[in-house]
């Protein structure tokens, strides 16, 4: 397998920790997407993905492109260790938690939303951090009391067992610290990940630990 990832992208963050969890050997290739490579928007890499998007992943002569979708892909190819329950409702509960984040929560804190709102509308850094800050609470509020109900251990936020939303939350959590947002509100949130960041496969995704890190 062949993943085309930047160290501090979430989506590619969140496909780390699967490929990691699932134990699934495979070979790194970096798109640095800082505005001065702006690696994605080049031909050579809107040939593999023409989204112009990370992550991508390579495999078995066929490119995936979208977290989910690459995520989803290595569950039915790769079932063990399963990252989704067996009931439908269960498995429907768990993607939705982490559909609260890649669909409502990521695509608005973005790096390209937020520097289209830099340029060319015009906002300067306060209300483009106002921005970020409120659509973190929006999200983390509502999956704060989602977890309270159905984590079954506090240090997971679906039952007892990794699931596709701790997936999800862990990188959302760290861009929300990155961009220094108070996440103190959120008790369960920040105890299930103070668990799941210590586990190698999360620990090891992480965006320091990459090897394009900057």
Not at 98 to 104: F, V
């Amino acid at each position: 397998m062949k993943l085309y990832t930047y160290f501090r992208s979430s989506a590619a963050f969140r496909t780390r920790i699967a490929l990691n969890l699932k134990g699934i050997a495979y070979e790194s290739a970096s798109v640095d997407l800082r505005a001065a490579a702006s690696a994605q928007r080049k031909p050579a890499f809107l040939a593999i993905n023409p989204q112009g998007l990370v992550p991508a992943l390579e495999h078995a002569g066929t490119t995936i492109a979208q977290s989910l979708a690459i995520i989803e892909y290595l569950e039915e190819t790769y079932p063990e260790p399963p990252l989704l329950p067996n009931s439908p409702a269960d498995r429907a509960h768990v993607r939705a938690m982490a559909l609260a984040i890649a669909c409502d929560m990521h695509p608005l804190n973005n790096l390209r939303v937020l520097n289209y709102l830099r340029s060319p509308l015009g906002q300067d850094e306060e209300s483009v951090n106002s921005w970020y800050r409120h659509w973190i609470g929006e999200g983390f509020r509502g999956l704060e009391e989602d977890a309270k109900s159905v984590s079954g251990d506090r240090r997971h936020m679906f039952g007892t067992t990794i699931t596709l939303a701790d997936i999800y939350l862990v990188p959302q959590m760290y861009n929300a610290r990155r961009f220094k947002c108070d996440v103190a509100p959120y008790p369960t949130l920040l105890a299930i990940c103070a668990h799941l960041e210590a586990l190698p496969a999360f620990a090891d995704a992480v965006p320091e630990a990459q090897p394009d890190a900057q």
